[in-house]
């Protein structure tokens, strides 16, 4: 079972950030999770602890403006502002060897990340987001995107709205404190780094040939998972991913949606575990 | 070896199970009956099939005598348990109808020899219908062929095509058909040492719109099967088997298929069209998936081709017999099979469109999660022991109350 999971905070980018670790803390190679939108720190518990269990070193962090993490005066709110955090992090972390899991906008950020430190990727586990070629925006991400339509959607979002609109988009529901903390999140800070994000992100589609170019040939040992019912980035693009990735395990959920690791956390769990299995103890 | 008189009072084509289900009635019955079958071996069985019979079925087997046979045989009589995102769907053990579960390799050879050795019919192995005979506008048996090349006349009153979905028979005698698509694909194996949780008590996924079902079955095997839509098939056709085990082992509360061990390969089937044709010609009858074959996501065909036979012999017996003219014999079989059977299609043939439930659908697999009686109602209908017509008034207000009764409580 999940090994100890440590709580703290990692003074990285300017701004102190909540930290969830597990493993052996003094291991240079480790995995990395980066949330989507909405999410923190607290996504990534389980799988934190699972991988900590297993005997590697796993970290999460929240994003700035995230969680419960404050952006510092000046931060980029921009997919290349965010990726400039997490190399930030990372270096605090004494982490030169990162195993990236992404979710979501952490797809992205990620993957920009990667793009920056090609050879410091020794692994990827992608949750409903990876390279999106020809993606464009779901309805939601255009209303942020929209000037005075996104204000006041942010505006008016209140918190049983919030859970009727997300649960109604999930084939099985999520759990009912998942969407509570993420709402407890989601406080004026991380409406405005939302819109901000969005609106730095005109075509979410638009580096994946480049990423494809570079990352391809390297054949990084991957993992896809994602929710067939995800109702923001379509499942078809798991398969995808084996373009930039091409030995990738993918496995689409039937019964999961955009959060597989909050409505079925037994198997994702379980796929992340016999990945770091497939690929062996990190050398310490 | 066939007599060489070949007038009979009936021709069945096709010795499979319908095919030999109408034979043994009617030889029982004193009547001479020729089955042909083109497969030579007896030993032949029907290879892409989840061999599932539902509980609508069992009647009709144990009444052909062969329901100890088969649970001799190793056959299973399992209840099911149907996993919906609200939960088990799960009647009462004591209210459960319980089907059957025997491997067609096992099962169709048992059901051949019992026509085999029933008096009065006569098998003739190897024999394919060529064309069929009329005589004053109504057919009149079939010219067969075996693979010697010799062809022979089998004259008879009447003629049954029981020979299944891409029945030769039901296309010579140009009986009107309907099709309707199905947007999914079946794949499955057998495993053994993967038995599910409540084996011998077979699982199903609704995963909406994906499904995925777990048949535990004799000798200690198990039949995993998954019926995705086809955006899923690529997968599939490039890794049948990792495909396949990848499918199972993700579901939710999946049972343990990657412990277990393939026991011969992967079966799939792509095009499962649903066709539904008029039972009935002058002069000829059509039994099993010959008459309708219906979405096998449900599992009917198996118990529905018992149960089809059954109804014809039935309602033909007393015209054979010379009491009264065929064709009110084959009237009574068009309505009866369309009166068992035409509500399950419809409410099948909708959902293989592969779109994801509707609002009934969700209220009513929901009220089966959270209440035992809704999931008795329910448990009788995905049986086929009653028909929509049967179980909606009894579950509509029920799923209703139910869920509203949830709501509240929250």
């Not at chain 1, 990827?124 to 929209?146: C, F, N, S």
């Not at chain 1, 609109?165 to 999520?174: F, V």
């Not at chain 2, 649903?274 to 010609?281: C, F, Q, S, T």
């Amino acid at each position: 079972m999940s090994a100890q999971v440590q709580r703290s905070s990692l003074l990285a980018g300017g701004t102190r950030t909540r930290l969830v670790q597990a493993g052996p803390a003094d291991a240079t190679e480790a995995l990395v999770f980066v949330h989507g939108n909405p999410g923190s720190a607290d996504d990534w518990t389980r799988l934190v602890g699972a991988a900590g269990a297993a005997g590697h070193r796993a970290v999460a962090f929240d994003l700035p403006d995230f969680g419960e993490t404050i952006a510092p005066d000046g931060f980029e709110h921009t997919p290349f502002g965010y990726a400039e955090f997490v190399a930030e992090a990372l270096e605090e972390l004494g982490i030169e060897r990162v195993r990236l899991v992404l979710h979501d906008f952490g797809g992205p950020i990620g993957l920009i990340w990667a793009m920056a430190h090609p050879d410091a990727l020794a692994g990827i586990v992608l949750i409903d987001t990876g390279v999106l070629p020809g993606y464009t925006w779901h309805t939601l991400a255009q209303i942020w995107r929209t000037p005075v339509l996104g204000e006041l959607f942010q505006a008016i979002t209140n918190r049983s709205g919030y859970r009727f609109a997300l649960n109604r988009n999930e084939p099985r529901g999520l759990p009912r404190e998942f969407v509570e903390t993420m709402y407890d999140h989601y406080d004026r800070r991380t409406r405005r780094a939302v819109l901000k994000l969005y609106r730095a992100t005109p075509d979410p589609g638009g580096m994946s040939e480049n990423l494809i170019g570079l990352l391809a040939p390297r054949d990084i040992p991957a993992l896809v998972i994602w929710g067939e019912g995800d109702a923001y980035l379509p499942s078809s693009y798991a398969a995808a991913q084996e373009r930039a990735f091409p030995s990738a395990d993918v496995h689409v959920l039937p019964a999961s949606g955009h959060w597989p690791f909050a409505d079925a956390p037994e198997t994702v769990e379980r796929l992340l575990v016999e990945f770091l299995a497939r690929l062996g103890a990190p050398p310490r | 070896m066939p007599s060489t008189d070949s007038t009979y009072d009936v021709v069945v084509v096709g010795a499979s199970l319908a095919g030999c289900a109408t034979a043994i009635q009617l030889g029982r019955a004193g009547l001479r009956v020729a089955l042909i079958e083109k497969q030579p071996d007896p030993q032949a069985y029907k290879r892409i099939c989840s061999h599932f019979i539902q509980a609508s079925g069992v009647p009709a087997i144990e009444r052909l005598g062969l329901l100890e046979s088969i649970e001799a045989a190793g056959g299973q009589r399992p209840r099911v348990h149907a996993w919906t995102r609200w939960g088990w769907v799960e009647a009462p053990p004591e209210q459960a109808a319980r089907g059957i579960n025997l491997r067609r390799e096992v099962l169709d050879p048992l059901v051949r020899s019992t026509a085999a050795e029933t008096p009065g019919v006569e098998m003739m192995l190897g024999w394919s219908a060529e064309r069929l005979l009329r005589e004053h506008g109504s057919f009149a048996g079939v010219a067969a062929r075996n693979p010697d090349g010799e062809e022979r006349e089998l004259r008879a009153r009447l003629t049954v095509g029981a020979d299944g979905r891409d029945s030769r028979i039901a296309e010579l005698s140009e009986v009107p058909v309907k099709t309707s698509p199905n947007a999914r694909f079946a794949y499955g194996g057998y495993f053994e040492g993967a038995a599910p949780a409540h084996a011998p008590d077979a699982s199903v996924w609704f995963l909406d719109p994906q499904w995925a079902a777990a048949f535990p079955t004799d000798t200690d095997l198990t039949f995993y099967a998954a019926m995705p839509t086809k955006e899923r098939l690529p997968e599939f056709k490039r890794d049948p088997e990792g495909a396949l085990v990848r499918f199972l082992a993700d579901v939710p509360e999946a049972p343990p298929i990657r412990e277990g061990r393939l026991v011969d390969s992967v079966m799939g089937k792509v095009d499962m069209t649903n066709r539904m044709r008029r039972p009935v010609a002058p002069g000829l009858a059509l039994v099993g998936d010959a008459a309708l074959a219906a979405d096998p996501l449900f599992g009917v065909g198996c118990g529905w081709a018992f149960q089809s036979a059954e109804w014809l012999s039935d309602a033909v017996l007393p015209a054979l017999a010379g009491e009264q003219p065929l064709e009110r014999g084959l009237d009574r079989y068009r309505r009866r099979h369309a009166k068992e059977l035409r509500g399950h299609t419809y409410f099948m043939h909708d959902y293989s469109k592969g779109r994801r439930m509707d609002l009934p659908e969700r209220m009513m697999f929901a009220a089966g999660a959270r209440d035992a009686r809704s999931a008795a109602i329910l448990d009788s209908f995905a049986t086929r022991q009653i028909r929509p017509a049967q179980m909606l008034p009894r579950m509509v207000p029920r799923a209703i109350a139910v869920n509203a009764r949830h709501a509240l409580a929250r």
